[in-house]
């Protein structure tokens, strides 16, 4: 099935800095790429997603990039603001499903005042 | 729009008992909705997907006499977990696609948080 690897685990970043995480995937199918911000405690929310027809998307502060020749995408956080500070997972389709998705292991972000 | 709600916020049962979590969406009709558990410190880890009106896939290494999922109308989907065991004890979380909104997009619950004493 689809695996998708997400990195760093952790990632610590002065206020004002930017964050970058990325995330690999398997299945060259894929087509739909989107991005979760979770609170401790709190339910994930979709910030950011990107399909494949696309290269780059942004959103104010936060991008996605795509490189499908590489099966990898990265989430892009410029400015960043202790409120950033959260659990981010990367998603991809699941193999054989255009429904189902498959969640990275996350990145505990903290933006440091 | 699509907002999805899920009751209860939080439960503690005793070891043995059945507890029913509810997943409703709120402003649209979900022909789909995923349930996923969450442990501490986790990813999500998908459990099943409940679609309207037929019976729910389960992944591999879920018991689905165990967990039972019901998807009885296009607004509401429930997750029994019957017999629970300390084990259990987890966050869990359902999520709800609307596809005459966005295709691909889940929308996810608050999370019920079950501890089984």
């Not at chain 1, 199918?29 to 696309?54: C, H």
């Not at chain 2, 987890?90 to 295709?103: D, G, M, N, Q, T």
Request: charged share 20%; glycine share 6%.
């Amino acid at each position: 099935g689809e695996n998708v690897e997400q990195h760093p685990s952790t990632l610590s970043v002065q206020e004002g800095d930017s964050a970058v995480i990325k995330c690999t995937y398997s299945d060259s199918a894929s087509n739909y790429f989107p991005w979760y911000k979770q609170e401790l405690g709190k339910r994930p929310q979709l910030i950011i997603d990107i399909r494949s027809n696309v290269g780059e998307k942004k959103d104010q502060r936060i991008a996605v990039t795509l490189n499908k020749t590489a099966k990898h995408f990265s989430l892009h956080i410029t400015e960043t603001q202790p409120e950033d500070s959260a659990v981010y997972f990367c998603a991809a389709p699941k193999t054989g499903s255009a429904r189902q998705l498959t969640f990275g292991s996350g990145t505990q972000l903290t933006v440091l005042p | 729009g699509a907002v999805v709600s899920q009751h209860p916020s939080w439960v503690i049962c005793k070891s043995g008992t059945s507890v029913k979590i509810e997943c409703r969406s709120l402003d649209f009709q979900a022909t789909t909705m995923f349930w996923y558990r969450q442990f501490p410190k986790q990813s999500l880890m998908l459990m099943a997907t409940s679609n309207e009106g037929s019976k729910a896939t389960y992944e591999q290494g879920v018991e689905k006499d165990k967990f039972l999922i019901n998807h009885a109308s296009l607004t509401l989907s429930t997750l029994t977990v019957t017999s629970a065991h300390p084990e259990d004890s987890s966050f869990y979380i359902c999520s709800a696609r609307a596809p005459e909104l966005v295709w691909d997009t889940q929308y996810f619950g608050p999370g019920t948080r079950l501890t089984v004493l």
